[in-house]
């Protein structure tokens, strides 16, 4: 009985988060137009919205663990996790991808202008959802030392809430993974264009180092995945509840 209620309460919120997503579209009158994937796209000003970003995919493997991890797969393992905790919650979640896919144009001929279309197409999304959170989820290599490990939060410069966003997610890690060294939120430069150039809240999340052996193999698990997912999910809903 228990469980019902708790379904169609559930359901309720999520009717009315459609709702009031709707109505705010209808209202807002405010379009936006972008460009993705060649299809142009409309949307209208829109908050609330997490939008997740597993980082690389498909041509554009990422980093290579010292076991041959490839970072594009661990990245949207976590992503996924994330989401379903998300919509659980019910928030609207939207992935910048679902599968192993980059999001270049078809026609680029070159390695680079397919890393530069993708990373346009990304920053794109930022902009047909200017009120949502961007959450890029990364992992981390350090070559020449492979004893370095942890996670860590980035944060772009360009909207003042990213670095609050980046502090609230790194305390959970720092508390629930890594109490015995815990790191620091840093500001993203210019060599991460996404975050350079996104206005949106925007984080970056370098859940581990796949230089580090113990913890490339802790990354492939699904408990681990799980962990870092929930690190970020308890992040951002704290951050939330100080931003209502
Ligand atoms: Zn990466």
Known sequence: MTKIIHIRARHWFLLFTVFALTASLLLSGEKHTVSVQGQTIQAGDNGRIILIDPGHGGFDGGAVGVNGTVE????????????????????????????DCALNDTGDTTIRKRKISDMRARLNLTKLYPGSVLISIHQNKLSGDSRVHGAQIFFSPNEPSSKELAQSIQSEFNSRIQPEKPREVVKTGKNLYLF???????????????????????????EYQYKAAYCIYSGLLQWYGGNT
Not at 82 to 87: F, S, T
Not at 88 to 96: E, I, Q, Y
């Open 72 to 99: 594009k797969n661990v990245n949207l393992a976590i992503s996924l996790k994330l989401r379903d905790m998300l919509n659980d919650a019910g928030f609207t979640v939207v992935m910048t991808r679902e599968s």
């Open 196 to 222: 350079y150039h996104a206005q949106n809240t925007a984080v970056l999340c370098e859940c581990g180092f796949l230089s580090n052996p113990e913890e490339e193999a802790l990354l492939c698990t699904d």
